[in-house]
């Protein structure tokens, strides 16, 4: 009997696309700011989950940010599905947190 193959195969580390988007107050931002994160997010996740690239998995609001996380196997390919919508929204200063493995691995991009 072979132990080895009773092993499970080693899950590789679900890496991260973490975008941040200022809003106009500093609390959670206006009715129409907030529609407007759910109306993207909405798209991003029929992108993504088209794509096969990972899971859009909500946002956050308060201190005057909008962020949304979503996850996957690869954060590049996660990003490149997402990118259009994410520089669609009007909400500036913003960037985009890439997340591969740990959080010494991780890159921004300016939006």
Do not use: C, W
Not at 22 to 27: E, G, K, M, T, Y
Not at 95 to 110: K, N
């Amino acid at each position: 009997m072979d132990m080895l193959a009773d092993l499970p195969e080693p899950v590789a580390p679900e890496q991260a696309v973490i975008a941040h988007y200022r809003l106009s107050d500093d609390q959670y931002g206006s009715r129409s700011e907030r529609q407007a994160i759910f109306d993207a997010e909405r798209a991003m996740t029929a992108a993504v989950e088209g794509a096969g690239a990972g899971e859009v998995d909500g946002n956050e609001f308060g201190g005057g940010e909008a962020v949304l996380y979503a996850y996957g196997a690869d954060a590049e390919a996660l990003f490149k599905v997402m990118e259009p919508t994410l520089r669609s929204l009007p909400f500036r200063p913003a960037y985009v947190v890439l997340r591969q493995g740990s959080r010494e691995m991780e890159s921004r991009v300016d939006l």
